[in-house]
């Protein structure tokens, strides 16, 4: 097998070969068919911090979609063929793919059968790819975190990768969904996927009387402007992390007895939720596909920030 293989911080990613894995008792082997780049990888190349959550050297990428090609000892309700998205979240080991052991970087990968979802018909393997994190970080934050019920006022911060996904399944549980994005074109986006409104700055809503604010991009000030946005008792929960510090007004998170809560990752029952949505074509987030060999210039075009929606590499099947 190939991979793109993480050595450490400042280092760029290198093509290397190892030997095929094996199935070991409660995994499957798997052939790669479609790997998502994620903004997390960029983060672990650049900044030092990351490096505690990496067993290095390790073929990098938590996003994958695969085909089943051998089965280990233990594993039932899985079948030699079958097509499967692995949840990145929640190994009975506590390995991770990409970061502790090796990922959907590689044209094959292992996982444990407790991170198996079966892609249903109608989705292809780069939407499943794309489910497996940013569908289910978005979905998380929103369903779970967000806690949102039909009829609720949701307002939702950045519409990129994550910000798209996270809107429109919102809207698919029946919320009313006010955007907040600077982008001309991000916000035609926002609105052909259900928004009742597009502003530029979430302040913006002030008046509306917000029930949950999602912030998806994490810019510091976003924050701060999510807090003194929502309505008394409200929620705000912060995704992105485009900036690892945050100054908030405590005088409104205090006074307005806001919560706030910081979401990441979300467990197998969200990728099952995305994939549904995807098979009926209620759920088609962006996404742009390059090939495996690509995969190292992926990387610096997402570090660049010249990706629309979310980038996937495809294998030769």
Not at 128 to 153: C, F, L
Not at 245 to 254: A, C, D, G, N, P
């Amino acid at each position: 097998m190939k991979g793109w293989e993480f050595t450490g911080t400042n280092i760029p990613l290198k093509m290397v070969e190892k030997p095929d894995p094996t199935a070991k008792p409660g995994y499957v082997v798997i052939k790669t068919l479609a790997g998502g780049l994620c903004h997390s990888d960029v983060g672990a190349l650049e900044l030092e911090s990351w490096m505690p959550l990496f067993q290095v050297p390790v073929i990098m990428g938590h996003e994958c979609c695969g085909r089943i090609v051998e089965i280990g000892e233990g594993v039932e309700g899985y079948e030699i063929g079958d097509i499967v998205a692995v949840c990145p979240m929640d190994a009975k080991d506590g390995t991770t793919p990409g970061y502790t052991r090796d990922g959907g970087y590689g044209t094959m990968t292992t996982a444990p059968v407790e991170q198996l979802i079966k892609v249903p018909e109608g989705v292809t393997p780069a939407q499943a790819a794309a489910a497996t994190d940013a569908g289910m970080t978005s979905r998380h934050a929103v369903v779970v975190n967000g806690g949102i019920q039909p009829g609720m006022k949701v307002g939702i911060i950045g519409i990129g990768g994550l910000g798209q996904i996270g809107m429109r399944i919102a809207v698919l549980k029946g919320c009313d969904v006010y955007v907040a994005t600077r982008k001309p074109e991000a916000q035609e986006l926002a609105r052909s996927l259900g928004a009742k409104e597009v502003k530029a700055n979430i302040k913006e809503f002030a008046d509306v009387g917000l029930d949950v604010i999602v912030d998806y991009a994490g810019g510091g000030v976003t924050t701060a402007d999510a807090i003194d946005t929502v309505k008394y008792g409200g929620r705000v929960v912060l995704v992105g992390m485009a900036k690892d510090v945050s100054e908030i007004h405590t005088y409104s998170l205090i006074t307005k007895h806001v919560t706030l809560v910081g979401s990441v990752g979300g467990h197998v029952e969200d990728i099952e939720d995305c994939l549904r949505y995807m098979a009926t074509g209620e759920l088609d987030p962006i996404v742009e596909t390059i090939r495996f060999e690509e995969i190292g210039e992926g990387i610096d075009r997402l570090a660049h920030g010249s990706v629309k929606g979310r980038l996937v590499a495809l294998y030769d099947d």
